[in-house]
């Protein structure tokens, strides 16, 4: 692939983020992966943040390409 970096913000039972989790896979697309749900504190609200600054619905999945 290129040099850009692809971030995946995801829910771990989201049933979209899981397709696009596998689309990602079966076209071998590196993906940083994040899956929201399971993170902590800080961690948690830093994704929070930078979902909604790309993406003011807020909504899953949500992919960064920079």
Request: glycine share 2%; hydrophobic share 35%; with cysteine.
């Given at each position: 692939?290129?040099?850009?970096e692809?971030?995946?913000?995801?829910?771990s039972t989201?049933?979209?983020?899981k397709?696009?989790k596998?689309?990602?896979?079966?076209?071998?697309?590196e993906?940083?992966?994040v899956?929201?749900?399971?993170l902590?504190?800080d961690?948690?609200?830093?994704a929070r943040?930078?979902v909604?600054?790309?993406?003011?619905?807020r909504?899953?999945p949500?992919?960064?390409?920079k």
């Amino acid at each position: 692939m290129s040099d850009k970096e692809v971030r995946l913000y995801a829910i771990s039972t989201c049933a979209w983020c899981k397709r696009t989790k596998r689309i990602l896979e079966e076209n071998k697309i590196e993906a940083q992966i994040v899956d929201v749900d399971l993170l902590d504190g800080d961690e948690k609200e830093a994704a929070r943040t930078e979902v909604a600054r790309v993406n003011p619905r807020r909504s899953y999945p949500t992919l960064i390409v920079k």
